[in-house]
T-cell receptor, first 109, second 112 residues
Framework: GQNIDQPTEMTATEGAIVQINCTYQTSGFNGLFWYQQHAGEAPTFLSYNVLDGLEEKGRFSSFLSRSKGYSYLLLKELQMKDSASYLCAVASNDYKLSFGAGTTVTVRA | SQTIHQWPATLVQPVGSPLSLECTVEGTSNPNLYWYRQAAGRGLQLLFYSVGIGQISSEVPQNLSASRPQDRQFILSSKKLLLSDSGFYLC???????????FGPGTRLTVL
């Protein structure tokens, strides 16, 4: 099975940087996803890491260390619209995703 | 392009009543299909997934069931709803042999 941990809440100021950590224990690993979910809406894809290292996509970056069972999502130049829940999800070898409980990020002016 | 539809968007049902939620995908063939439930403030719990017509795998024992009568149609059902069935139900699809999942808009179910 999968055990995925991420912080429950984080608060940051507009224009700042926030890093959301995710640790996982897995019986089969086939990549790690980050999704963004605004309140009352469906999750939308942000990033995918399958190899160790940093993936950068605009203001968002994601890092993976498979040996440590660790990932983080880095949000730069925070905007008010970035206030949302961020979900860490681990893919297993049978094409299923196991989700963490999500981290609610609140951006303040 | 591919799109995924779910209906209804919101639903209020009494305890003990039946349930039928529908999900359809357009613009792709042979997708893997998934049903998730998200309780308030919680992560997504995988309920069912399907790799083909009539092929359903259940992840969590419960009073819900799923069916896939057509390649791009996935239905979530219950004969008698419980209070604990309240939540946000999300359908998702993925290309065969790919991990990235695309989510539908969801159904907010309240059981009273």
């Amino acid at each position: 099975g999968q055990n995925i941990d991420q912080p429950t809440e984080m608060t940051a100021t507009e224009g700042a940087i926030v890093q959301i950590n995710c640790t996982y224990q897995t019986s089969g690993f086939n990549g790690l996803f980050w999704y963004q979910q605004h309140a009352g809406e469906a999750p939308t894809f942000l990033s995918y890491n399958v190899l160790d290292g940093l993936e950068e996509k605009g203001r968002f970056s994601s890092f993976l260390s498979r040996s440590k069972g660790y990932s983080y999502l880095l949000l730069k130049e925070l905007q008010m619209k970035d206030s949302a829940s961020y979900l860490c999800a681990v893919a297993s070898n049978d094409y299923k995703l196991s989700f963490g409980a999500g981290t609610t990020v609140t951006v303040r002016a | 392009s591919q799109t995924i539809h779910q209906w209804p968007a919101t639903l209020v049902q009494p305890v003990g009543s039946p349930l039928s939620l529908e999900c359809t995908v357009e613009g792709t063939s042979n997708p893997n299909l998934y049903w998730y439930r998200q309780a308030a403030g919680r992560g997504l719990q995988l309920l069912f997934y399907s790799v083909g017509i009539g092929q359903i795998s259940s992840e969590v024992p419960q009073n819900l069931s799923a069916s896939r009568p057509q390649d791009r149609q996935f239905i979530l059902s219950s004969k008698k709803l419980l209070l604990s069935d309240s939540g946000f139900y999300l359908c998702a699809w993925a290309r065969l042999a790919y991990n990235e999942q695309f989510f539908g808009p969801g159904t907010r179910l309240t059981v009273l």
